[in-house]
């Protein structure tokens, strides 16, 4: 079965993800930026998700996991938590 490895931040506002995004695109680092914004309990690891595998986080970030490019970080990603930026590290 596939696994990847991934980290995200999950705000409550489009408009925040933009902002953190543009923060991570000008070179913060993201454990920084997740630690001090992300509303998810991963917050305390830096965002990271750990291994996971198809169908264990919501339909939107799973496609993000799973279908796009490595190494990017993508989103805004909307889902009923809120809105996400995802970086992947790999899969296989």
């Known amino acids: 079965m596939a696994k990847a490895m991934a980290r995200h931040i999950l705000v409550k506002t489009e408009a925040e993800a933009q902002l953190l995004k543009k923060r ?36 939107a970030i799973d496609q993000v996991i799973f279908k796009k490019p490595l190494r990017l970080i993508h989103g805004p990603v909307k889902s009923t938590f809120g809105y996400h930026l995802v970086q992947v590290f790999y899969r296989d």
């Open 24 to 59: 991570l695109d000008n070179g913060e680092d993201f454990a920084k930026l997740a630690r001090a914004h992300s509303l998810c309990p991963s917050a305390k690891r830096g965002g990271d998700l750990g291994e996971v595998r198809p169908g264990q986080m919501v339909r």
